[in-house]
């Protein structure tokens, strides 16, 4: 939430649309209260001492609110995020934590792609189960660091260097989140083309 709150700042510095914006900020805002809370959570999540708060969620209607705000956090001319195709089920969720679970892939997506971003979404049902797929095309993951990534407080290097900011939560708190909800996240990554995180949950 911080660094989005800094882009949309940055946003509006250059004229971009004040209404939309304002209304980012005012919602990441509350979502950082959320984040705050999340680290509370994860806390008690290691501990066992943790309870979803469940209900029917569509999920299109959820991942194109997800995807719309992330767009209009974007800097650059070329840089998009398109909704490939989602299909729509009715979930089991807590709804909060599992937006921010997905909206944190998304933000990783966006930090490691690179000078442009470039990132597609697509959603379908499988049998039983509904999988998200966040693909980026951006600096991929060594092979090294794969079995790293959702450690809490990792954060991707090249070189010496840690690129872009963050604590290092974002995707130990989304697996633990999708875990949590009988799921899984899967990645598959190439150097330099790109990474793929495929969330699948259970269809009751």
Do not use: W
């Amino acid at each position: 939430p911080v660094s989005t709150i800094k882009i949309a700042i940055k946003n509006l510095q250059k004229g971009a649309d004040q209404s939309a914006l304002f209304k980012i900020i005012e919602e990441e805002n509350e979502r950082m209260e959320d984040y705050i809370q999340s680290v509370l959570d994860l806390s008690k999540i290691r501990h066992k001492n943790f309870n979803l708060n469940l209900k029917s969620v569509e999920m299109r209607p959820m991942i194109e609110d997800i995807v719309n705000k992330e767009r209009l956090l974007l800097c650059g001319t070329e840089d998009r995020i398109e909704i490939v195709h989602v299909e729509n089920t009715v979930l089991s969720t807590d709804e909060s934590h599992l937006r921010n679970a997905i909206s944190n892939i998304i933000e990783n997506a966006r930090v490691y792609s690179g000078d442009v971003v470039n990132i597609e979404i697509t959603a379908q049902k499988n049998q039983n189960q509904y999988q998200i797929s966040i693909k980026d095309h951006g600096i991929g993951i060594p092979p090294a660091e794969l079995n790293l990534i959702f450690d809490r407080f990792y954060r991707g290097q090249q070189g010496n260097l840690y690129y872009g900011k963050g604590t290092g939560l974002g995707l130990n708190y989304a697996q633990r989140i999708v875990q949590l909800h009988s799921g899984s996240i899967e990645v598959k990554s190439i150097e330099s083309e790109g990474s793929t995180f495929i969330i699948t949950l259970p269809i009751e």
